[in-house]
């Protein structure tokens, strides 16, 4: 949460630091991710290293979507939100061309059936696995409500959390994160010129968003308040 008795040099300067280290979070990320060809192992690894590094400097959001519930809960400004879904976007499309110009190649996320019933199916599964990782994210930054307050119990709890919340999404690659989605397509059809791969590209948008604005309403109105009930009584 940003500190109110900063001065207004030293608020700009955090949110400067936190958008720049999300953005390099972000690209090692993108990376991590091509470098695992589809292994959860490998891509929760990933994810715990770059969680580790950015989460004492930025909050540790890598995800658009993360950043949205942390403005839904209050903890960031609108302007910070904003800057933080612009470094991660820059991060992500960053680590892709890395990848590629490294690598020699790239891959994305794609709903590859375009029958309705699973884009639906895609596009639950995207919503339903955000809910459960954006969950998990604000009850450990919530100090009431937290499983641990360790910070490295906290990284692997979460990190843990994203690798089983994939399992939701086993058909369309279990992404989460509208950032990463959106700037590996963008990069993908820009060097392959797979346009197709556009047509799908709003599930891995929309599903991770919802899946966090339903977690801020679920935690705000029924974790919360369930979880004080509990050990007041207790």
Known sequence: ????????????????????IEMISMALFAYGIVCSNGSDGKIALAFFGSLALCAPISGGHINPAVTLAMWLTRQISTGTCLLYWIAQLIGAFGGG?????????????????LNFHWIIADLCG???????????????????TTFSDKPIASITLITLSLHLSRCYTFHSGGC??????????LFQVLKTNEIERLDS????????????????????????PAFNRYYKNA
Request: charged share 10%; aromatic share 16%; glycine share 6%.
């Open 1 to 20: 949460m940003e500190e109110q008795h900063l001065t207004f040099s030293q608020r700009h300067a955090q949110k400067f630091n936190g958008a720049l």
């Open 97 to 113: 061309f890395f990848c590629y110009m490294v690598l020699g190649q790239i891959n994305s996320p794609m709903v590859t059936d």
């Open 126 to 144: 995207e919503a339903l696995g955000s809910f459960s990782f954006i969950l998990m994210i604000l009850i450990q930054c919530n100090p009431k």
């Open 176 to 185: 989460l994160n509208p950032g990463m989605a959106v700037a590996l397509e």
């Open 201 to 224: 590209m709003w599930v891995f948008i929309a599903g991770p968003f919802a899946g966090a604005i339903f977690a801020v309403i679920f935690f705000k109105l029924i974790y919360s």
